[in-house]
């Protein structure tokens, strides 16, 4: 008899496929996950430090065990250097992200990239006036020149303070210079921040977690946001249109590729490659009726807001996906990509490829991808996908897909309301709209999978609460069918009127998670139109189901922005109770928000409520008492 899945994962497509793979004997993250249980408690607390080899040290936290490491660093010194590094971690990963495609911007901007070109002119003139970079009398591949250059040099360290940071209310420029962790170069804090932490430099506490916090700001007015801004530049800004999601969007009779990573460098080329119509051709010559393109995680999330691709999953399903016996391709780039894809595809037809020089996997061929070869190759391996289509062997794709909209950039989301934010203050003003709230982040199987994203996000509609989501939590939302017009039916009486007035859904797809710089954006445009800081806002940030070091960055930035921010999983911080009271209650003195951790997302909805009726009494607007 098979085992009974819906511990692992509220999605029915998950279920299925875990009794699937249980039948291939094919190992799934779960089955690691559990071979890991005890997880050590030192590194649960962050006591443990492998820093240098004098040590590794762990600290003791109950017993009669040493309570300093080799070095004398104690456990405030040690929790903190480890949160550093995550934070540090997180924000170069998505700063190089950032970085690829600034470099893609020039490689147009020079005629190098053949398949790329700049698709939001408008965009780009604009970005060029914020970089102080001339537009009048020059073509928009000057510009995208001049501005690749300028932007390249965010990164280095010959400014003073990040040029996006303009975008921030200027009460919250002010608290971020007053309090010395406005960020300079990009690349510059994540480097600062590991020579601070190497054995020897910043031995205070308190300093290491405040440069944590500027490090964390270059991600997120920096890196992130420059990810973003020159994604919508050369691929578009995202609009308002109808997907699918879950692993439904699979084909039986078309060949199914499946883009796997962050970077849309890589996966726009592949979506242009599989509406050539001579490779369309050429996959009906092979019995297919057409070519299916399907993301999964953030790349997918990418193709997805702009072009409507559909979504075969998010983090935990990844594995899964391939176990259908459907996936004839799966490219990937770079960034959440299990390390165990490759074997698990080997128990199938499934082709696997690596695409970035700097992220190689085992069980996949590595045809690297860069801009002056993206077009061509991408051409060369759907030809690849076509002819390994004939190869497969039995296919189960057992649900159907859900309908999902996507596509709400800052830009289209003020366009549906006219052109200005104004409509949704007077809204939120009027109590019909309680507030607004930001779910992101990821799975990770120490919480049933998408059971945190969408317990959350159903106890805040009810309650009229607007949710904007990015990453793996708004691809769980889509699953659940929040993402629908007829979603509204779900909210509360006050957001339903709104959404139905709108036309739009109660929970709206922001992206992938460089994308959550969209949500700081918007929440900006409200704290100007209303005269007030993000801190005064009604508004709340979670991660319910968060693994990632990227998501610890996105965290402490939008806590450094001025939005309260609730994690389900603990970060390994338990170690220090001075860090734990800084994070949860101090940071509240110095930029006006702070952290809280709850796993159970009923517990986490009453904080969010509360914390929003909370802003909303303080700007003098009606409250509840929760
Ligand atoms: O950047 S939400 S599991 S896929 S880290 Fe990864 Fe987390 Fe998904 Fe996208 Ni974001
Ligand atoms: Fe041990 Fe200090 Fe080295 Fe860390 S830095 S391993 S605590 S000696």
Not at 250 to 269: T, Y
Not at 487 to 510: F, N, Q, T
């Amino acid at each position: 008899m098979g085992r009974e899945f819906s511990m692992n994962t509220i999605t029915e497509d998950g279920q299925l496929l875990l009794k699937k793979a249980e039948r291939d004997q094919v190992e799934t993250v779960w089955d690691r996950y559990a071979a890991q249980q005890p997880n050590c408690g030192y590194c649960e607390m962050g006591l443990s430090c492998r820093i240098c080899i004098m040590g590794p040290c762990r600290i003791d936290p109950f017993g009669d065990g040493p309570r300093r490491g080799v070095c004398g660093a104690d456990a405030d010194i040690i929790v903190a250097r480890n949160l550093g590094r995550m934070i540090a971690a997180g924000a170069a990963s998505h700063s190089d992200h950032g970085r690829d495609l600034v470099e893609v911007l020039g490689e147009v901007a020079h005629g190098r990239a053949p398949g790329y070109q700049i698709r939001d002119v408008e965009k780009l003139k604009r970005l060029a006036a914020e970089f102080g970079v001339a537009v009048d009398g020059k073509s928009p591949e000057q510009i995208a020149g001049e501005l690749s250059n300028v932007m390249s040099e965010e990164y280095g360290t010959r400014r003073k303070e990040l040029t996006l940071l303009k975008r921030a209310p200027v009460k919250r420029q002010e608290l971020w210079r007053k309090i010395g962790v406005a960020p300079r170069g990009i690349d510059r804090e994540t480097s600062e921040m590991m020579h601070r932490t190497h054995m020897g430099v910043d031995n205070d506490w308190v300093s290491l977690l405040l440069h944590g916090v500027r490090n964390a700001l270059s991600d997120g007015w920096g890196g992130s946001m420059i990810a973003t801004e020159v994604s919508d530049i050369l691929f578009g800004t995202p609009k308002p249109g109808a997907n699918a999601v879950n692993v439904g969007v699979l084909k039986k009779d078309e060949v199914n590729i499946v883009v796997h990573g962050h970077n849309p460098v890589v996966s726009e080329m592949i979506l242009r490659a599989v509406q050539d119509p001579e490779l369309v051709t050429m996959a009906r010559a092979k019995g297919a009726k057409g070519i299916n393109l399907a993301g999964v995680c953030c790349t997918g999330n990418e193709l997805l807001m702009r072009a409507g691709v559909p979504m075969a999953g998010n983090h935990l399903t990844t594995e899964l996906v391939l176990t259908t016996g459907a996936v004839d391709l799966m490219l990937v780039d770079y960034q959440c990509i299990m390390p165990s894809l490759g074997t698990v595809a080997a128990c199938y037809h499934t082709k696997m490829v690596s695409t970035s020089d700097k992220a190689r996997f085992p069980g996949m061929e590595h045809r690297e991808f860069h801009p002056d070869n993206a077009a061509a190759k991408a051409v060369e391996l759907v030809k690849e996908a076509i002819e390994n289509f004939g190869r497969r062997g039995e296919v189960y794709i057992p649900v159907e897909p859900v309908a999902s909209v996507g596509g709400f950039s800052v830009e289209s989301i003020v366009g549906a309301l006219g052109g200005t934010p104004e409509p949704l203050l007077d809204a939120i003003k009027a109590g019909k709209i309680r507030g607004a709230a930001g779910i992101v982040g990821c799975n990770n199987p120490r919480i049933k999978q998408d059971y945190g994203h969408v317990t959350l996000t159903r106890r805040l509609i009810e309650n009229d609460i607007l949710v904007v989501d990015t990453g793996c939590a708004a691809v769980a939302n889509a699953k659940a069918g929040f993402k629908q017009a007829e979603a509204a039916r779900l909210a509360g009486p006050g957001l339903k009127e709104i959404c139905g007035a709108l036309g739009i859904p109660p929970v709206l797809h922001m992206g992938s998670c460089v994308d959550n710089v969209r949500i700081l954006v918007l929440a900006s445009a409200l704290a100007n139109a209303l005269g007030v800081d993000i801190s005064d806002l009604p508004i709340a940030g979670a991660a319910p189901e968060w693994y990632s070091e990227k998501a610890a960055t996105i965290g402490v930035y939008f806590v450094a922005s001025g939005v309260y921010t609730v994690l389900g999983p603990m970060p390994p911080i338990t170690g220090s109770m001075n860090i734990v009271k800084l994070l949860t209650e101090g940071l509240n003195d110095v930029v006006g928000a702070t952290f809280a951790v709850e796993p159970d997302p009923e517990k986490a909805a009453l904080l969010m409520r509360r914390h929003i009726e909370q802003k909303r009494a303080r700007l003098g607007l009606t409250h509840l008492e929760i």
